[in-house]
């Protein structure tokens, strides 16, 4: 198909969004027309590259489950993505709270735990697991949307890190770790808009007070934090776009698709139903020239046997569609 579309249609520049619907937790956030160009700083060329790439991040979170710190009630760090922060805007920042409770930021504000950089990567501030127990623990809390303009440490970023798969930073910053939600995946995805304003300017993602937004002239970055296997899934893209032409046009290699899809699905069962062994059908001939290979059987035996088989194929299609019926 790609072969077809080409004189009409680019690909490999990243999936367009058809539609966001409602139920969508990026409703509000993307819009038909944009193009998602990464996740986690990995590029993106497809729609299927989009469903691949936030299944494997849902995948290596649940395989860095181990390595991951748990802050008592408040949630995990995940070890291996974290953001350079220079010392200044951490001390303004920093708040040392019992953790009793879940909410120890404001709902405007996103936690953040310092991380030491050495091999394996361990929780900084000179904290053990006896303060861990007792449920103290240093608490940055810092804007999300500034945060993510940073640079980034941490080998958990993909293939295109500023600082590559480190969590060295510069000097006067320290390499800061978000703070999450059991089950819950953070993940950076840039996109651009085709239209000549950015409508999505200083919006905010409506299911998650830990998003953020970096924008430079069209283009943007936000935070998404959740179950990224249904969010991959809850908004319609396509890997084609239209060289020129209305907007609706793009609509028509996904709807292609479908319908040679369908096609095929077509084709496929009426080829099986006409290869049943039923009277009228190609079924019968093929059965009666598999018969003529066994010369042991008398030709007036062969066709006691043709019958027997139409006989009992014609039964057991009969019954097969009674039951597809009820």
Known sequence: MPLLLFPFYSSDHGPVVLDVPPTSPLFGYLAPGDVIQSVDNVPIINAHEWLKLNTLTYDNQLKNINISQHIGDLGVVNNTKGYCVSSLVMEAGKMSEMLESQHVCPSERTAFVKLSCSDNITLDDGQNETKLSNGRWNIYCLNAKDVVKLDKCGNGWGLATSKGSSCLCSQDEFCLAPVQEPGMVW????????????????????????????????????????????????????????????????????????????????????????????????????????????????????????????????????????????
């Open 187 to 326: 993940v950076e995805i840039t996109y651009s808009s085709p239209s000549h304003e950015c409508l999505h300017e200083g919006n905010q993602l409506p299911v998650s007070k830990t998003s953020g937004l970096k924008e430079t002239n069209c283009s943007a970055t936000f935070i998404f934090v959740g179950d990224v296997i249904s969010m991959a899934h809850s908004i319609h893209l396509t890997s084609y776009q239209p060289r020129w032409g209305p907007k609706i046009v793009a609509y028509f290699p996904n709807f292609l698709e479908r319908i040679l899809i369908w096609t095929f699905h077509v084709s496929l069962a009426l080829a099986l139903l006409n290869g049943l062994p039923v009277y009228f059908l190609d079924g019968e001939s093929i059965l009666e020239e598999t018969l003529s290979h066994f010369t042991s059987l008398s030709p007036r035996k062969r066709k006691k046997v043709l019958r027997l088989c139409l006989l009992g194929g014609l039964l057991v299609s009969i019954f097969g569609l009674f039951r597809l019926l009820l």
